[in-house]
């Protein structure tokens, strides 16, 4: 995982420091409108990272320019879903789920808004942004009958606020941004008796919706 995060790393540093001839002659860009879709792992931190371990992340959301702008950046509001899974050993009992469980699964379905702002210098762009929301945390539970020895599998609910900022890079390449993001997520509430924080590394696409808009008018 250390090897793959620094090829990712390294990549996007080139991708930062290179500069096509026809850079200087690029119109500014029109970055009102973008889907975005990205993949990756959430490392647990503190006291979560006892009994949970990152697996994988997927992501989903939007950035949709606030105001005119000038075309080198500007202001966005950055609504997000984001689906973290991790791996999980259960480090509580009680009377109804009376077995811990090792190697488990929690899962993450948490929505995000907030505001962000972007740079963009040529072909690259520097962005950060303040979310906020919530949603659940899913973690597994064990019973088991002693009567019959059947074991039941059951979730937990746990409801959790958020509070996340972060920051990115964008590499674009036309009709869309290459991107790589990383944030740092705070739970206002407990999973497993301890406190929930988390930091996402995601890399992905940002397809620049707002061109077809364009398009289409004229």
């Not at 996007?12 to 792992?41: E, H, I, T, V």
């Amino acid at each position: 995982m250390k090897i793959h995060s620094r090829f990712i790393c390294t990549t996007l540093l080139l991708l930062s420091f290179s500069k096509p001839s026809n850079a200087q002659d690029l119109p500014p860009r029109s970055d009102k409108f973008y889907s975005m879709s990205g993949f990756g792992f959430s490392f647990p931190i503190g006291g979560s990272s006892d009994f949970m371990r990152p697996k994988f992340s997927t992501t989903i959301g939007a950035n949709i320019g606030l105001g005119q702008g000038n075309g080198h950046g500007g202001v966005f509001l950055y609504p997000k879903f984001s689906l973290h899974v991790f791996g999980y050993d259960n480090a509580q009992t009680d009377q109804e789920f009376n077995y811990q469980l090792e190697k488990g699964r929690s899962t993450t379905y948490l929505l995000t808004v907030g505001v962000g702002y972007r740079k963009i210098i040529h072909n690259v762009a520097f962005y950060g942004f303040v979310n906020g929301g919530g949603g659940f945390i899913l973690t597994p539970r064990l019973a088991v009958n002693q009567a019959t020895n059947i074991a039941v599998l059951n979730n937990k609910t746990n409801h959790m606020g958020i509070i996340e900022p972060g920051a990115g890079i964008e590499y674009n390449i036309g009709g869309a941004n290459l991107f790589m993001e990383t944030s740092y997520m705070h739970g206002l509430g407990d999973v497993g008796g301890r406190p929930f924080n988390a930091i996402p590394l995601t890399i992905g696409i940002k397809p620049n919706l707002s061109r077809l808009f364009n398009k289409k008018k004229s």
